[in-house]
């Protein structure tokens, strides 16, 4: 079974930085699309980026365009996710995904999730913005 580690969360003061880094492991087949989710308590999880490994589109959620960047690796197993410019509503656990149905579009799989049937998620990591 496909592992996903993240790794690079934690506190950071607003305006701050941190890039949060995701590879996988134990993988049959590769990814076609990578990607970053959010959530808060008492909120559904939200997408945040998405990456489509085949031809590289990128798909970001409208409160973070401009300052959040999300890239691959050609191994089809990691992602990163540079975040800038940092505000406390970013706060939330960040969750990274993997999709290996090879049709998934990167809008789609943020907006409604990675297919269920292909899909891999990693344990969250906290990200905390605060002063």
């Known amino acids: 079974q496909a592992q996903l580690v993240e790794s690079g969360g934690g506190l950071v003061q607003p305006g701050g930085s941190l890039t949060l880094s995701c590879s996988a492991s134990?993988?049959?087949?590769?990814?076609?699309?990578m990607g970053w989710f959010r959530q808060v308590p008492g909120k559904e999880r939200e997408g945040i980026s998405c990456?489509?490994?085949?031809?590289?589109?990128?798909y970001y959620r409208d409160s973070v365009k401009g300052r959040f960047t999300i890239s691959r690796d050609n191994d089809r197993k990691t992602v990163n996710l540079q975040m800038t410019g940092l505000r406390p509503e970013d706060t939330g656990v960040y969750y990274c995904?993997?999709?290996?149905?090879?049709?998934?579009?990167?809008?789609?799989?943020?907006?409604?999730?990675?297919?269920?049937?292909?899909?891999?998620w990693g344990q969250g990591t906290q990200v905390t913005v605060a002063s």
């Open positions: 995904a993997g999709d290996s149905w090879s049709l998934i579009h990167e809008q789609a799989m943020c907006q409604m999730g990675p297919t269920p049937q292909h899909a891999s």
């Open positions: 134990g993988l049959r087949l590769s990814y076609y699309a």
């Open positions: 990456i489509n490994f085949a031809d590289g589109d990128t």
